[in-house]
């Protein structure tokens, strides 16, 4: 963000110094911006999140980026431009403010990012045009004020680019507490109260109803992360923080599953939430697929009023959510003025159509001489008139006027600094020697002075005023969601959090009016832990916030004296035995050097098992493959290779799925070896049958009987996994037996029963397997199968016998490694054993990999 800021900046400067030392000024970058656009005597600049759709230019920094394009029109947002013009159009109808000055409008869409918002900023600073004279350059600047950015990101980065010109900017939605610092942003005004005065609203709100133990999350940006950082520090002067979360800004749906986790698992039936509704949504549409009942939700300004969020199908979980809302006014006149809109195609005012086919859902194009044509694009065309009065959308209601009166106020605020600025008079000025401003040849610093001291009564009867730090004044209507009896949402006013009221009288709440959405229908209870009853005493839980403690009965005699107690199992005592600290952790981690040395080792094995069946894939058609079953061969690569990749999931912190997924893997992919092997021994045998005189052997076991056989004793096993994968299942747990100074972390498998069926039946098809091999080694056969099948198995058999003993006597973490070991060091015999000399012969001995050398030998 920096990077952009500086490159904007430097591009002004370049402009201003331009200006003097040439005749002309000219502009290094025009930006495609989507606006609108009216002259008058004063111009007034405006910043609007009108779209939302955007198509990222290539920034690989290797060439010069093109343009950012956004698409789609916001209603609510475009009601909101609408106010925007409509406070103008009042001002300017209006004899006694501002008479004989018309006020103009420059307003740009953000696209809701950051660069585009900055890029809006420059261009409203720098102009329309592409070459300006020189008397332009020392003339009154293209705006007087900026009304926006609506996001306090965005605001931030603006109004650092606006303080060298001393620019007003007249935020009418960013509430970021940080904006109060007047050093950092000395031309930054906002109609929205800071943050820190919702979150002193909403610590009210907590401590009136008892609230001690609570949730919160906040979004990723600084909106949120202030926010919450205040309101944590104020509630844990009288409560406690169950969990902090933050919603990602994208591309967090683990993020976003992990934060569901964490609600359902805690205790806390209270969560505040800082945050937009658009970045909230994700979270809350999980939520409600979850289900999550049973919590109180806490609403930031940011999302209390939300109507893409006030929907029927969010009431199961997200009914009853109290939250503070910016208040709410009532403008005369305005709805009349929003259906009054038609189509304009005007270069300069293309939003006006972009909004017409978004509420139509139908397409213009312009012919090439600038008027409209008429051509259906997709969907249907738009003939520019359609009627806005048979609409009934977000745009047209003006029942909830919130952000939208900010916006009214913040226009009137301008008029009202411009009308004091006009009405100076001569020798009584504010500015050197007393001297006045031209409102011809206004300058922005100048109507900052009287920006300052802006101090009215609308016509709704409500006192505007900036205070010291540009904030206006603290009040919000306190609103709950509730259920109407024809299924829509009515956010409801609950009360009044009013700041500048007497000290103990700033909340008032109607509690006969509260929604609650529970089963008891009463105040939901929120603390950690309940008061301890007479004869009690708290013992607080370690590692817990203060707020959770258990009730432990005094001893006869005592009367909450101090004893020596036992940490708690995940704690053990220090060296002065004078605190308790977390044990040390164990586990086998990818990060250590055994870890490593098993992944490597695995990994290495894997690849080697796919190289050799690439090999055999390769020279599947040559005699050597043919003649050991090429399909059965490459069964059994496969196999390995889960073999393998099996041993992974040994390694590394245990979790319910590690735990599960490593037996079933592990159990299915060797019996599939070893079935291979076996029908490999079978074939073998059954081939020798075969050059018997009057022997059919092989006719009854062929290529389906073969893959029949396998899969049979594969899916004895997988009938094995399911049963007890079903009924008892593996779970991480912690083992704390052996070492009481660790907490060693492993699979518990839950059954024995299960586990020794599982490794039984392994060893059951491994025997079967070495025998049958070992009485046939003395068949003749070519490249002695039966003998390298024996001593495969010899190896498999005599790795997993001595794994009995060094799995027993190993500790902690070396537990794991015996495991890891022994299923590595079996799938490598098995590999080197079989396939060795089948790529000697292919890959170094080629002349011995024909026919008539197979008959031959």
């Given at each position: 963000m920096k990077f952009i800021v500086y490159v904007t900046l430097s591009i002004c400067c370049i402009v201003v110094v331009a200006s003097v030392i040439q005749s002309t000024c000219k502009i290094q970058e025009i930006f495609q911006l989507n606006q609108l656009y009216k002259k008058g005597d004063v111009i007034l600049g405006g910043l609007f999140e009108l779209t939302s759709n955007k198509k990222t230019p290539d920034l690989s920094f290797s060439s010069k980026p093109e343009q950012w394009t956004c698409e789609g029109i916001d209603l609510v947002v475009f009601q909101w431009v609408q106010i925007m013009i409509f406070a103008i159009e009042e001002i300017n109808k209006n004899q006694t403010l501002l008479p004989n000055i018309t006020l103009g409008y420059q307003i740009y869409d953000n696209c809701a990012i950051l660069p585009v918002a900055l890029r809006a900023a420059v261009s409203l600073l720098g102009g329309l045009e592409y070459v300006i004279s020189d008397e332009e350059c020392k003339g009154r600047p293209p705006v007087l004020a900026i009304i926006g950015d609506p996001a306090s990101t965005n605001s931030i980065a603006i109004s650092r680019i606006l303080k060298p010109f001393q620019v007003p900017q007249v935020s009418y939605s960013a509430s970021c507490s940080c904006l109060s610092n007047k050093q950092e942003y000395p031309s930054f005004f906002r109609t929205m109260p800071s943050d820190a005065f919702q979150v002193k609203a909403i610590v009210h709100i907590v401590k009136h109803f008892g609230w001690s133990w609570i949730g919160c999350i906040a979004s990723e940006d600084d909106y949120g992360q202030n926010a919450i950082k205040s309101f944590i520090e104020e509630a844990e002067k009288f409560g406690c923080i169950a969990f902090k979360e933050t919603i990602p800004k994208t591309n967090g749906v683990q993020e976003i599953s992990q934060i569901i986790k964490i609600i359902k698992e805690s205790t806390a039936k209270v969560i505040v939430i800082f945050s937009a509704d658009t970045d909230f949504m994700d979270l809350a549409q999980e939520i409600v697929r979850q289900n999550v009942t049973g919590k109180q939700w806490i609403a930031s300004e940011g999302w209390s009023t939300s109507t893409v969020l006030t929907v029927p199908e969010n009431m199961i979980t997200l009914g009853g959510t109290i939250g503070i809302a910016v208040r709410r006014g009532e403008i005369s006149g305005l709805q009349y003025f929003l259906l009054q809109v038609q189509p304009d195609f005007a270069s300069n005012n293309q939003i006006v159509n972009k909004f017409w086919e978004t509420m139509f859902e139908c397409k213009f194009q312009d012919n090439l001489y600038g008027k409209s044509q008429l051509l259906l694009l997709s969907g249907d065309q738009c003939t520019g008139h359609e009627d806005l009065k048979t609409t009934k959308t977000a745009y047209s209601d003006v029942s909830n006027l919130r952000v939208a009166y900010n916006i009214y106020k913040a226009v009137y605020a301008l008029a009202h600094a411009l009308h004091s600025l006009s009405s100076c008079e001569n020798g009584k000025g504010p500015f050197e020697y007393n001297t006045c401003a031209s409102i011809e040849n206004a300058q922005p610093w100048q109507l900052l002075h009287y920006l300052k001291e802006v101090n009215f009564v609308n016509q709704l009867g409500e006192r505007v005023a900036f205070d010291e730090n540009g904030d206006a004044l603290a009040i919000y209507d306190i609103i709950n969601w509730q259920q109407r009896d024809d299924g829509t949402i009515n956010i409801k006013a609950i009360g009044v959090f009013d700041e500048s009221a007497p000290v103990g009288q700033e909340l008032l709440l109607n509690k006969e009016n509260i929604f609650w959405n529970f089963e008891s229908g009463q105040i939901p209870k929120s603390v950690c832990s309940e008061s301890c009853l007479p004869g009690f005493r708290k013992a607080i839980r370690k590692g817990q916030p203060i707020c959770c403690f258990d009730c432990i009965p005094c001893a006869d005699g005592e009367i909450n004296s101090a004893e020596c107690l036992k940490c708690s199992v995940d704690f053990w005592s220090n060296e002065g035995r004078n605190q308790c600290i977390l044990k040390e952790i164990e586990f086998l981690s990818y990060e250590d050097a055994m870890g490593i040395t098993l992944t490597t080792t695995a990994l290495s094995g894997t690849c080697l098992s796919i190289g050799i069946l690439m090999i055999f894939i390769q020279y599947r058609n040559t005699p050597v493959v043919k003649a050991n079953n090429s399909e059965l061969s490459f069964l059994l690569l496969v196999s390995l290779t889960l073999c393998f990749l099996c041993s992974l999931c040994f390694i590394g912190q245990p979790s319910h799925f590690t735990c599960v997924f490593m037996y079933a893997i592990f159990g299915i992919s060797f019996v599939l070896c070893i079935s291979c092997i076996l029908v490999k021994t079978l074939v073998v045998i059954m081939a020798f049958k075969a050059t018997l005189p009057g022997s059919n052997a092989m006719k009854w076991f062929g290529?389906?009987?073969?893959?029949?056989?396998?899969?049979?004793?594969?899916?004895?096993?997988?009938?094995?996994?399911?049963?007890?994968?079903?009924?008892?299942?593996?779970?991480?747990?912690?083992?704390?037996?052996?070492?009481?100074?660790?907490?060693?972390?492993?699979?518990?498998?839950?059954?024995?029963?299960?586990?020794?069926?599982?490794?039984?039946?392994?060893?059951?098809?491994?025997?079967?397997?070495?025998?049958?091999?070992?009485?046939?080694?003395?068949?003749?056969?070519?490249?002695?199968?039966?003998?390298?099948?024996?001593?495969?198995?010899?190896?498999?058999?005599?790795?997993?016998?001595?794994?009995?003993?060094?799995?027993?006597?190993?500790?902690?973490?070396?537990?794991?490694?015996?495991?890891?070991?022994?299923?590595?060091?079996?799938?490598?015999?098995?590999?080197?054993?079989?396939?060795?000399?089948?790529?000697?012969?292919?890959?170094?001995?080629?002349?011995?990999?024909?026919?008539?050398?197979?008959?031959?030998?």
């Open positions: 290529i389906a009987q073969q893959r029949g056989t396998v899969f049979f004793f594969t899916a004895i096993q997988l009938l094995i996994c399911v049963i007890w994968l079903s009924i008892s299942p593996p779970f991480p747990s912690k083992n704390t037996k052996y070492q009481n100074s660790k907490i060693i972390l492993e699979c518990d498998i839950a059954s024995l029963f299960g586990f020794s069926c599982l490794l039984g039946y392994i060893g059951l098809l491994a025997c079967i397997c070495f025998i049958l091999a070992f009485l046939a080694r003395k068949l003749p056969d070519n490249f002695n199968e039966a003998k390298f099948i024996t001593f495969s198995m010899l190896i498999f058999c005599t790795v997993w016998i001595t794994f009995i003993p060094a799995y027993i006597s190993s500790p902690g973490k070396y537990t794991v490694a015996v495991e890891v070991f022994a299923i590595l060091a079996s799938s490598f015999g098995i590999l080197f054993a079989i396939f060795t000399p089948k790529c000697y012969i292919i890959l170094l001995k080629p002349e011995q990999n024909t026919k008539k050398a197979l008959m031959g030998r």
